[in-house]
T-cell receptor
Framework: GENVEQHPSTLSVQEGDSAVIKCTYS??????FPWYKQELGKRPQLIID?????GEKKDQRIAVTLNKTAKHFSLHITETQPEDSAVYFC????????FGTGTRLLVSP | NAGVTQTPKFQVLKTGQSMTLQCAQD?????MYWYRQDPGMGLRLIYY???????DKGEVPNGYNVSRLNKREFSLRLESAAPSQTSVYFC????????????????FGEGSWLTVV
């Protein structure tokens, strides 16, 4: 079955810096890679996703890149703001959606 | 349009007690899911229902049962609660299987905090 590893588990940055979270997946047949943001005590919410036929996707300050050969994908957040502080989850899907273990991002003013 | 609604939000059970978590969605979605979230473990799929009338096991189904009552509702039952089932439970839904051609986002409910003592 699919296995997703996510790094780092915690990430602290200064406001305005960039943040990068990386995930690797095991099943080369996986075709869908969403990223979710979860604020403390709230539900996970989709922030961006990418499909296996696309190498990169951007939405304002966030972007996701996918390297199918290496089986890894990354979330990039530029010009970080304190409201970006949250736990971020990656996921990969072949037959079922499997989540990574999460990255706690802390953006300090 | 409330999205995905789950109840109760908080529950404390004694070991051996049973309970049912209720979930309903008003987005006319075909697929519904139950996840549990534990510290450092991410979101793990317990059971899912790809469409009305079908249910399948996920990664961690032991100790749970589910019922897809109709297209809107998908309940999760703990027959004999154990302390290891202390967790936050999320119900979720998507139009169809995620990753399909039409791009089916999974939407989560607000979560149910369950403590088994």
């Amino acid at each position: 079955g699919e296995n997703v590893e996510q790094h780092p588990s915690t990430l602290s940055v200064q406001e305005g810096d960039s943040a990068v979270i990386k995930c690797t997946y095991s099943d080369s047949a996986s075709n869908y890679f969403p990223w979710y943001k979860q604020e403390l005590g709230k539900r996970p919410q989709l922030i961006i996703d990418i499909r296996s036929n696309v190498g990169e996707k951007k939405d304002q300050r966030i972007a996701v890149t996918l390297n199918k050969t290496a089986k890894h994908f990354s979330l990039h957040i530029t010009e970080t703001q304190p409201e970006d502080s949250a736990v971020y989850f990656c996921a990969a899907r072949f037959q079922k959606l499997v989540f990574g273990t999460g990255t706690r991002l802390l953006v300090s003013p | 349009n409330a999205g995905v609604t789950q109840t109760p939000k908080f529950q404390v059970l004694k070991t051996g007690q049973s309970m049912t978590l209720q979930c309903a969605q008003d987005m006319n979605h075909n697929s519904m899911y139950w996840y549990r979230q534990d510290p450092g473990m991410g979101l793990r799929l317990i059971y899912y229902s790809a469409s009305e009338g079908t249910t399948d096991k996920g990664e961690v189904p032991n100790g749970y049962n589910v019922s897809r009552l109709n297209k809107r509702e998908f309940s999760l039952r703990l027959e004999s609660a154990a302390p290891s089932q202390t967790s936050v439970y999320f119900c979720a839904s998507s139009e169809n299987d995620p990753g399909g051609i039409s791009g089916n986002t999974i939407y989560f409910g607000e979560g149910s905090w369950l403590t088994v003592v």
